[in-house]
């Protein structure tokens, strides 16, 4: 069972345009939502996050909207750079531990 | 402050063998969880250490066992492989009872291949 849904499983943006990355989950006991990047050979780094009280945080670029009663999230990164050019992966925090979705490729053509 | 430090860095062992891998906690943690990263999966849990006993389990047979240390350093060991436990196993330290959320800061990972 499934409990985080991440999608699109892949994203070609070109450098400039908005990244729009999706994730859908199910287990209400989730109580806070974090994004993760991850490049060839590395291990996740924390990007941002949100806790389901609020509906927006906005980091730089890179800004979460929290839907508490859709049980959705998404990511969305503004002015893509070739830098951007990664694995993301949304992820659920619930009694200490992460659910992860199955990640979305992003590339940012230039 | 040093970060998350995970060794070996590869390690290739044959099936049926036993593996034992490592993790340095962040300067301060003291909590430590392990995951799972198949080829082209996202992480899955399979367990986390606070204080040096287990403190949640995910979907994983008994034959993933792992230890925390006083320092807060861990070890996962892995017995009897199988092909397919080849993957990246990930450790990821966070300071729990400190109030807030416990984020979680990864290692850079070990890529176990199974032969």
């Known amino acids: 069972q499934q409990q985080v849904k991440q999608s699109p499983q892949s994203l070609i943006v070109q450098k400039g345009g908005i990244s729009i990355i999706n994730c859908a989950y199910e287990?209400?006991?989730?109580?806070?939502f974090p994004w993760y990047q991850q490049f060839p050979g590395k291990g996740p780094a924390l990007l941002i996050a949100i806790r389901p009280d609020v509906s927006e945080k906005k980091e730089g670029r890179f800004t979460i909207s929290f839907n508490k009663s859709a049980k959705q999230f998404s990511l969305h990164i503004m002015d893509s750079q070739p830098g951007d050019s990664a694995t993301y992966f949304c992820a659920a925090l619930g009694y200490s531990t992460l659910t992860f979705g199955k990640g979305t490729m992003l590339l940012v053509s230039p | 402050e040093t970060g998350v430090t995970q060794s070996p860095t590869h390690l290739i062992k044959t099936r049926g063998q036993q593996v034992t891998l490592r993790c340095s906690s962040q300067?301060?943690?003291?909590?430590v969880s392990w995951y799972q990263q198949a080829l082209g999966q996202g992480p899955q849990f399979i367990f986390q250490y606070y204080r040096e006993e287990e403190n949640g389990r995910g979907n994983f047979p008994p034959r993933f066992s792992g230890l925390q240390f006083p320092n807060y350093s861990s070890e996962l060991n892995v017995n009897a492989l199988e092909l397919d436990d080849s993957a990246l196993y990930l450790c990821a330290s966070s300071l729990a009872g400190a109030g807030g959320y416990n984020e979680q800061f990864f290692g850079p990972g070990t890529r176990l291949t199974v032969l």
């Open positions: 287990n209400t006991a989730f109580d806070y």
């Open positions: 300067s301060g943690h003291n909590t």
